[in-house]
């Protein structure tokens, strides 16, 4: 048998293979499980464009947003959609995160964009802090009541000795 009817050979199995895999499902589970790597990839692959000097510092901006994004969305996908009541307020934060990465990577370290990064992520964090509030709210008053309480009866006079 010649070198290339064996390559022939491995070619028809390894197609045969990604037939039978593709039937199986396997395919579409690890498209519905991982598609978010869609979005983190060209985040990081702007990263690494930008490090390597190949890109312009304002590519930051998409790359920190795409970064951010795709977590957000991969701990949606992995754990729940009903987690993205509680999350939603993070995605504003993620175009902070590629604000601040080209103000401290970027030419020169303009106030703007510094107070634009600052200024969406207090916003983004106020409504994060809201939004957790609102739902867990009662345990946290449940919580600091409790401490509170602690704190008295650690604190209070020993006039009883």
């Not at 990577?105 to 409504?127: E, K």
Request: charged share 5%.
């Amino acid at each position: 048998m010649n070198r290339q009817s064996a390559a022939v050979g491995i070619g028809v199995a390894a197609v045969g293979l990604i037939i039978l895999l593709g039937k199986l499902g396997v395919f579409a589970f690890i498209g519905s499980v991982f598609w978010p790597l869609f979005i983190l990839i060209p985040g990081v692959l702007l990263h690494v464009l930008y490090f390597g000097r190949m890109v312009p510092s304002v590519t930051l901006i998409p790359a920190g947003t795409l970064t951010v994004v795709s977590i957000l969305l991969l701990i949606g996908n992995w754990f729940g959609w009903g987690l993205m009541k509680v999350l939603w307020p993070l995605f504003p934060f993620a175009i902070a995160v590629g604000l601040y990465e080209y103000h401290v990577f970027g030419y020169g370290r303009s106030r703007q964009v510094w107070t634009a990064a600052v200024g969406l992520a207090s916003v983004s964090i106020a409504l994060f802090a809201i939004i957790l509030l609102w739902t867990w709210g009662i345990y946290l008053i449940a919580a600091a009541l409790i401490g509170i309480g602690a704190w008295i009866f650690i604190r209070r006079p020993r006039s009883w000795r």
